[in-house]
């Protein structure tokens, strides 16, 4: 959905009977004035699933300056940082175009609470407010559901604890309006079968449910356990996901992989998804990683922690990701040149 000063929500409905877009719900304020107010430019509309057959819903994507880095284009990478602490979010703030919000970072990322999600919301606008420059806008806020830590060590990977059980899409489905009001605007999702695969149905039904919330889908690292990655993004890609997070390694142990094994699976990721689906870059990335890695992702996924503090909490580390936001930007603007 699009989000407007102060992060509040609009929707923009489209009726079949009347035609023509009827504006944002924003008291006074027309389409054109709050596109002029924000000074913002449509990336993409994106058609969500109607309440009933005589409405369509229509969620509009903007792409918008949000770093202190020189903003975002066309061809701008985006830094993910996922948190799951309120006191992170004004370092992040200033680094991320994306927040994804979880809880026990430390066990890599568990679903949090929608109480979470708006204390979290919270300390986001208060940062909008006071400490954003230049007009730039708080970052988007996405949520985590995954309900069991995945194991961090070990060659062989386990993807039975993306197999969701019986009652656990029903839930989902039951919370996301509940997300949606606590100000995320998308869910990150992970659901395999039993034999690895991605669980088309389980997917299909929490993209259904979340376009009806204005909110979009997108897959976490259970993508990199999926036998053909290539495959994968074509599937999630027409069942509605927009993107999917991969770090090349078959798990979350990177010692497993080579580096040019990792590097040939994420090439082949991002081939498949062309300009239609998001490769989101994971998995350990520091500056120096993006920069051998020498791929051109349209996103990049870190916590960007330090050394754990006395409490033993690694906490986020502004130096780590200052040095990842310069990589990433000096990387797209090479790709400027190399276009020019």
């Known amino acids: ?3 407007f000063p102060g992060n509040e929500r609009c929707r923009i409905e489209r009726s079949p ?3 023509g877009l009827r504006g944002p719900s924003r008291k006074n304020s027309s389409w054109q004035v709050a596109k002029e107010r924000c000074k913002m ?5 994106m058609r969500f699933p109607g309440l009933n057959r005589t409405r369509q819903f229509l969620s509009v994507v903007f792409r918008l300056p949000m770093n202190e880095h020189g903003g975002m284009d066309e061809t701008s990478g985006r830094l993910e940082i996922p948190l799951d602490d309120p006191r992170d979010v004004i370092m ?3 680094h991320a175009d994306r927040i994804e919000i979880c809880r026990a970072l430390d066990r890599e990322g568990l679903t949090p609470s929608p109480e979470l999600v708006a204390s979290i919301r919270a300390a986001v606008e208060e940062v909008g407010r006071d400490g954003l420059d230049g007009g730039r806008m708080a970052p988007d806020l996405v949520v985590l559901h995954q309900q069991t830590p995945p194991r961090s060590t ?3 990977p ?3 604890i993306f197999v969701p059980r019986s009652d656990e899409i029903t839930t989902l489905v039951l919370e996301l309006p509940r997300f949606a009001e606590s100000g995320a605007t998308a869910v990150v999702i ?5 034999d690895g695969t991605l669980d088309q149905r389980s997917i299909e039904r929490v993209v259904s449910a979340a376009g009806t919330v204005g909110m979009s889908v997108a897959f976490h690292r259970a993508f990199d356990l999926v036998p053909d990655p290539a495959d994968a993004v074509r599937s999630l890609r027409d069942l509605g996901v927009r993107r999917a997070l991969a770090s090349g390694v078959p798990g979350f142990d990177s010692s497993v992989i080579d580096f040019n094994r990792r590097r040939s699976r994420l090439q082949a990721a991002l081939e498949a ?3 239609e689906f998001e490769i989101v870059f994971c998995g350990g990335v520091r500056a120096d990683l993006l920069d051998r890695m020498g791929l051109a992702f349209p996103a990049v996924h870190a916590s960007c922690r330090g050394d754990a503090d006395a409490s033993g909490r690694r906490v986020f580390d502004p130096s780590v990701a200052r040095a990842l936001r310069a990589a990433i930007d000096r990387r797209k603007l090479e790709s400027r040149s190399d276009r020019g």
């Open 1 to 3: 959905m699009p989000v």
């Open 17 to 19: 009977a009347v035609g």
């Open 41 to 45: 430019k449509i990336r993409r509309v």
């Open 92 to 94: 992040a703030s200033r």
């Open 154 to 156: 070990g060659v062989e």
């Open 158 to 160: 386990d993807h039975s």
């Open 190 to 194: 992970g659901f395999l079968g039993p």
């Open 273 to 275: 998804g062309g300009d």
